[in-house]
């Protein structure tokens, strides 16, 4: 049974940064995509960044520069940096990962067939 969980948000300050983690179990990374997602309250779902199975990376113009997607195999977890947080920034973050997915984008932007989700943690920045 696969399970992905993540953990690390919290409350920060604008300006401030987080790391959140989503490590997997019964998941092998060695095709497709994982990704962090994010929802705020009356928003639909959007993608933030993607890591491909070959190590490519992928992420939204709104995060570019301040986000930093990684993978740990060994600890089967998955990460992303954040810095720079802003009060948009703030939302519930899920992690996802799906071996069948061959595009980043596609990945990113119509996540809704992607087969394995986390529950999610919440990330809320103030000014």
């Known amino acids: 049974q696969v399970q992905l969980v993540e953990s690390g948000g919290g409350s920060v300050q604008s300006g401030g940064s987080l790391r959140l983690s989503c490590t997997t179990s019964?998941?092998?990374?060695?095709?497709?995509?994982m990704g962090w997602f994010r929802q705020a309250p009356g928003q639909e779902r959007e993608g933030v960044a993607a890591i491909g199975a070959d190590g490519s990376l992928t992420y939204v113009d709104s995060v570019k520069g301040r986000f930093t997607i990684s993978r740990d195999d060994a600890k089967n977890t998955l990460y992303l940096q954040m810095t720079g947080l802003k009060p948009e920034d703030t939302a519930m973050y899920y992690c996802?990962?799906?071996?069948?997915?061959?595009?980043?984008?596609?990945?990113?932007?119509?996540?809704?067939?992607?087969?394995?989700w986390g529950r999610g943690t919440q990330v809320t920045v103030s000014s």
């Open positions: 996802a990962a799906d071996a069948l997915y061959g595009d980043a984008w596609y990945f990113l932007q119509a996540p809704a067939k992607i087969i394995y």
């Open positions: 019964g998941y092998i990374f060695n095709d497709g995509y």
